[in-house]
């Protein structure tokens, strides 16, 4: 069945350090990816999303994010994170061929905590 | 701001009894979808539609239901609430659901059943 795993329930780094938050998908094609910013009490934000082309993906806040299809993954990175990145992050995909709703299947979320 | 807007932001309610969320999607958008976030089952899609008409069905209780106006805003409706409906609904829009196309998030409505 297809799934959204993101292993890391929370990672905890310190400003300035580098962060990189994982995503594994299982599907038999490549999907549409997303990585979406949940801040506390708020909605979600698109930082990045992959369709096709260029496997390196470039974000808004300084995140970036590479699509490997040999490991189903597509790992979320920023190189010195601030104590504004304290979050949650999801990483989602839209199963394409599946079905034509392109509704978005999340994983479960990683909270990120910034220490000083 | 992603110019999606939900109201009311919260809700406070009593089991049995039906309250309504609306949504309002960007501006040229024709799609929306509904999502819940709730602390055990993680972010759900529930329902989509476009421009008026439903297109897919998520994990949706039949106790819920959903529309799409002319106007293109969308308003959720859950019934016979249990405590276990208190959640974080939120709203999505985008312009072509053929492609897939970002979905734009509003800030939810927080739903809490006593």
């Known amino acids: 069945a297809q799934s959204v795993t993101q292993p890391d329930i929370h990672i905890t780094v310190s400003e300035g350090a580098s962060l990189e938050l994982r995503c594994n998908y299982s599907?038999?094609?490549?999907?549409?990816l997303f990585w979406y910013v949940q801040s506390p009490g708020q909605g979600l934000q698109l930082l990045l999303k992959?369709?096709?082309?260029?496997?390196l993906v470039q974000g808004i806040k300084g995140f970036e994010a590479e699509f490997k299809r040999s490991q189903s993954s597509f790992n979320l990175r920023k190189p010195s994170v601030h104590w504004s990145d304290a979050a949650e992050y999801f990483c989602?995909?839209?199963?394409?061929?599946?079905?034509?709703?392109?509704?978005?299947?999340f994983g479960a979320g990683t909270t990120v905590t910034v220490r000083a | 701001d992603s110019g999606v807007t939900q109201t009311p932001k919260h809700l406070i309610t009593a089991t049995g009894q039906r309250v309504t969320l609306r949504c309002s999607p960007r501006?040229?958008?024709?799609?929306v979808y509904w999502y819940q976030q709730s602390l055990d089952q993680g972010l759900q899609f529930l329902i989509q539609?476009?421009?008026?008409?439903?297109?897919a069905k998520g994990n949706i209780l039949e106790r819920f239901s959903a529309q799409q106006f002319p106007d293109l805003h969308s308003e959720l409706n859950l019934s016979s609430l249990e405590l276990g409906d208190s959640a974080l609904y939120f709203c999505?829009?985008?312009?072509?659901?053929?492609?897939?196309?970002?979905?734009?998030f509003g800030p939810g409505t927080r739903l809490l059943v006593l």
């Open positions: 999505a829009s985008s312009v072509n659901p053929n492609t897939g196309e970002t979905q734009y």
């Open positions: 599907y038999g094609a490549t999907p549409y």
């Open positions: 992959y369709f096709s082309g260029d496997t």
């Open positions: 989602a995909v839209v199963f394409i061929y599946l079905s034509n709703d392109y509704k978005l299947s």
């Open positions: 501006s040229g958008d024709l799609s």
């Open positions: 539609y476009y421009n008026g008409e439903e297109r």
